[in-house]
């Protein structure tokens, strides 16, 4: 299986901050990330896919880079409303394996 | 837009069997999408659960490969699975969702549904 792991597993932040969460495979996945946003009791929300790009509908303050087995989510500027845990998805080969979750919350 | 709902008893007794739904609306089971099962554990992380998409075809997680199985129904426009010999372990929060036709990325969720193996 294809490990994933995310660093921080959390990070306290002001609305405002500049916020990057990482997240490395175990083998290479060419672009075939994703990011979830989930908050408590709701599922998750795909946020970018493909590495880059954004999905329909999601804040342009989310962004996403990288390729092969390093990949980064950098949030711009937090907002109220960002405040929830994070995941990668690799979807490069089976079985799809997620990371263990960065939670952000209030400094 | 497409929804998704999940379905079953809340409760199963160890070495019993777990059955859910998801059905769909909105949109055709029948569409060039995948459509798949993720679980969450009480205070843990996603666990991709498998996939099947309206041929039939399948991928499942191997940790699960030799209790699991899905399967779909046009007809009713909904996915199930099935989970054999259940175990405290199973219990968690399971979703079904969509696979986006750019990728196995999943774009639409079910709001999940809560499991618990206990007697």
């Known amino acids: 299986d294809t490990q994933m792991t995310q660093s921080p597993s959390s990070v306290s932040a002001s609305v405002g901050d500049r916020v990057t969460i990482t997240c490395r495979a175990s083998?290479?996945?060419?672009?075939?990330l994703a990011w979830y946003q989930q908050k408590p009791g709701k599922a998750p929300k795909l946020l970018i896919y493909a590495a880059s790009r954004l999905q329909s509908g999601v804040s342009s303050r989310f962004s996403g880079t990288g390729s092969g087995t390093d990949f980064t989510l950098t949030i711009s500027s937090l907002q109220p409303e960002d405040f929830a845990t994070y995941f990668c998805q690799q979807a490069n080969t089976f079985p799809r394996t997620f990371g263990p979750g960065t939670k952000v919350d209030l400094k | 837009q497409v929804q998704l709902q999940e379905s079953g008893p809340g409760l199963v007794e160890p070495s019993g069997t777990l059955s859910l739904t998801c059905a769909v609306s909105g949109g055709s089971i029948s569409s060039n999408h995948w459509w798949t099962w993720v679980r969450q554990s009480p205070g843990q992380g996603l666990e991709w659960i498998g996939e099947i998409f309206h041929s039939g075809d399948s991928e499942h997680n191997p940790s699960l490969k030799s209790r699991l199985t899905m399967s779909i129904d046009e007809s009713k426009n909904q996915f199930s699975l099935t989970l054999t010999s259940v175990i405290a372990a199973d219990t968690a929060v399971y979703y079904c969702?969509?696979?986006?036709?750019?990728?196995?990325?999943?774009?639409?969720w079910g709001q999940g549904t809560t499991v618990i193996v206990s007697s």
């Open positions: 969702a969509r696979q986006a036709s750019l990728g196995p990325f999943m774009d639409v």
């Open positions: 083998q290479t996945l060419g672009t075939w």
